[in-house]
Every structure is written in C-alpha cells, then in structure tokens.
C-alpha cells in the first residue's frame, strides 16, 4: 500500500511540474520504496539531456583524457565520485588524494603554489556542462548571448558558501537554440581572491566526441572579449584519447608519492 501511495504521489507531480525537469534515484528497501527526485530547471535541464543525460554522468565512475599542449601533452586520470585527480606529463606528475594537492618532479618544472589552481581546472572545463549539476549550486536566467547572428539562451551558475576552492567563481551556459547542446561558457576566476568578479572570459564549445554515449568537447576555443561579449579567438586546446566508465579505479592511482612536494 505504501508504495501505490508514493508512486501515485510521484505521478501527480510529475504532471503538474512545468518548469521543472527531475532526475530520480529509486532506493527499495524491505518495508517501503521511495523515489527521490532532483529538479533542475528549464534552462540547464535541456542542456543535460542533449549531451547524454544527467543521470548517465552520475552513472559513471572514471573520467580520462589527453590534454594536447606545445610544451608536453597531459594525460588526466579522474575519479568522478571524489574528484581525486592525477595529471601525468614527461616532467611531472601533480594529482589531488581527496586531501591534499602534490606534485612529483625532477626540478621546478610546475610551481606547487599553482597546483592548487590547476589541478581540476581543466577537468572542470572539459566536464562541462555536467559539472553544473553538483550539488550547491544555484541556477538563474540572464539575457541570451547574441553572436554572427544566432541568440543563444543563457543560464548562469553561482555556488553556496564554501563549496569548492573558489565559492565566489561564476558561470554563464549559453546553450544553441536549435540543438540544446551548450554552446558557450562565460567564467570569472576569483581564486585567490575574496570577492566576486565581474569581468567574464568566454569559451567556444561546438566540436564533440561522443564518449560512453555522453557528448564532451574535442576542442575549447578562447575568445577576447570587448565590452562584456566575445569577438574573435584568442587561443584553443584540443582533447583526445577520451574514456569514460563506471569502474572505479583503485586510491593507489590518486595516492602521495614518496618524494613529492605537497601543498598545504
């Protein structure tokens, strides 16, 4: 009984619920079944489901890809659930154990003092737009991106207070108004500051690979900016050798070395 109650409940909802989009994770027990929903909102819901689906993302366990650079390509190792990371190149190894960020290297090839800065920033870029479904994070609309033509809708990302390094960064997703597909991604970097910005940098996003059924970009393109809109590129990075899987690998690959620097 207790379960044609909860599910009739859920159906009614369901119904009435316009404006929202909800992912649900069903937990059966012995004595009763409960669906537990999370809504996202008609801006970013759409996005999600247009690169695969949220659910399929939170599905998954480890995330790998190269980072093309002219200086030595980086090769990222990550454990989605924790976001514990290692980064391997020909002159250092830097990574993140859940804890703490280290670096292992020969000589100063890699600051440790930009570690922490860096060691998911490039995830986060390249995880986007399902990094924007973690939890503490609030969802707005702003005026749509007008660019060669095309009106991109935008919705913009804010965090609470004390989530992740930098609280005070925020997002902007202009998603295509044809295909759903995120198009564009205006930031502001606050690291290491202790107050928000308003000064926004923009990415391209429109080269995709399909990886695990979940569409992540093969190349990020860098615009300059005048007067708070993008206008041509400034520099771009590439990825390859993308996998994405539900296994989890083992917390020796995230672990300390012996011998490395760590940042405290």
């Keep these: 009984m207790k379960k ?34 999370k809504e996202y909102p008609e801006g970013i819901a759409p996005v999600f489901k247009a690169h695969g689906g949220i659910q399929k993302w939170n599905d998954m366990k480890t995330l790998a890809f190269t980072l093309k650079k002219e200086n030595g390509n980086e090769h990222h190792t990550v454990d989605l659930n924790s976001r514990k990371v290692t980064i391997e190149t020909e002159k250092y190894t830097l990574g993140f154990n859940g804890e703490k960020v280290w670096i292992a290297q020969d000589s100063a ?113 860098w615009y300059t900016v005048e007067d708070g809109v993008p206008t041509k590129i400034s520099g771009e990075r590439s990825f390859t050798n993308a996998t994405i899987t539900e296994k989890p690998l083992d917390a020796s690959k995230f672990a300390i070395p012996e011998g490395a620097e760590v940042e405290e």
């Excluded at 005026?143 to 804010?158: D, M, R």
């Excluded at 902007?172 to 597909?181: F, H, K, L, S």
Aim: proline share 5%; hydrophobic share 40%.
């Design 4 to 37: 044609i109650i909860i599910l009739v409940a859920v159906a009614i909802f369901a119904l009435s619920c316009k404006e929202k989009v909800q992912e649900t994770t069903t937990i059966v027990t012995e004595e009763v079944t409960k669906t537990i929903a």
């Design 109 to 221: 090839h890699f600051p440790i003092k930009r570690a922490r800065f860096y060691h998911n920033l490039m995830f986060y870029f390249y995880a986007m737009p399902f990094v924007l479904g973690d939890d503490g994070i609030t969802y707005s609309d702003v005026p749509a991106l007008e660019f060669e033509g095309v009106t991109y809708p935008g919705t913009k990302i804010s965090f609470g207070s004390g989530i992740g390094d930098a609280p005070d960064d925020e997002y902007i997703v202009y998603r295509n108004p044809e295909t759903n597909q995120m198009e564009w991604l205006a930031y502001t970097v606050t690291y290491g500051k202790n107050e928000k910005s308003d000064r926004f940098s923009f990415i391209k996003y429109d080269q995709w690979n399909d990886v695990g059924g979940l569409q992540l970009p093969s190349v990020l393109q």
